[in-house]
């Protein structure tokens, strides 16, 4: 089942520019993360932003949480051609258990032009 | 240099083969776990493992079989069962107290 969905499939902007994805999911979480895969490779952990808290930054990367809505949300600040690649968010379901799986949504591509 | 490995890179296969996938680990992870990715889809996941001698079924795991008799190694297998086997299979694994998944390169599996 698919509880993350990503707004928009793709984006395409220029280099320098800023990046703004969105992730909406459906039932209570204990983390959301967010993840990048470059064509045909593998995914890599961005960055997790726990239930409790409502924004996080790592380099160029923020992150924002609303609970309330269920969503979140990816800037990439100062675009560069290198971040190009597609964007998922991945929800840690709340169930009161460890079964530690993650929901991954569909992506966003983003498309940075030099 | 520790990382995940999966091969072969890619995989071709006739229809009513079985095949395995091969996901192994030197990151001492103790979760692994299987996802199936389609063009333009997220992930889903097809099986996972928490510890050694035991797995779950995912969301997608008819026509699929795993096994985790080592730590490090997660073999699937991709079984005449399934009807639409083609597709980009990735591994991942998680260490115990981290919410993160470190994820493989992937096998493309092709059946025709």
């Known amino acids: 089942s698919q509880q993350g969905e990503e707004d928009p499939q793709a984006l395409s902007i220029q280099e320098g520019e800023n990046a703004t994805m969105n992730c909406s999911y459906k039932t209570s979480i204990n983390n959301l993360q967010w993840y990048r895969q470059n064509s045909g490779r593998g995914l890599v952990h961005l960055i997790l932003?726990?239930?409790?808290?409502r924004e996080k930054h790592s380099g160029r990367l923020r992150v924002t949480l609303d609970t309330s809505k269920k969503s979140s949300s990816l800037l990439i600040t100062a675009s560069r051609a290198a971040d190009t690649a597609s964007y998922f968010c991945?929800?840690?379901?709340?169930?009161?258990?460890?079964?530690?799986?993650?929901?991954f949504g569909k992506g966003t591509l983003l498309t940075v032009n030099p | 240099d520790g990382g995940i490995t999966q091969s072969p890179k890619y995989l071709f296969r006739k229809e009513g083969q079985n095949v395995t996938l091969s996901c192994e680990q030197n990151l001492n992870h103790d979760a692994m776990y299987w996802y199936r990715q389609d063009p333009g889809q997220g992930l889903r996941l097809i099986y996972y493992s928490q510890i050694v001698n035991d797995f779950q079924k995912g969301d997608i795991a008819e026509g699929y079989s795993v096994s985790r008799e080592k730590k490090e190694s997660f073999p699937l297998t991709v079984t005449s069962a399934q009807k639409n086997p083609t597709a980009f299979y990735l591994c991942?694994?998680?260490?115990?107290?981290?919410?993160?998944?470190?994820f493989g390169p992937g096998t493309r599996l092709t059946v025709t």
């Open positions: 991945a929800t840690d379901p709340y169930s009161g258990g460890s079964n530690y799986k993650l929901t």
């Open positions: 991942a694994s998680r260490g115990q107290g981290l919410n993160e998944q470190y």
């Open positions: 932003i726990r239930s409790n808290e």
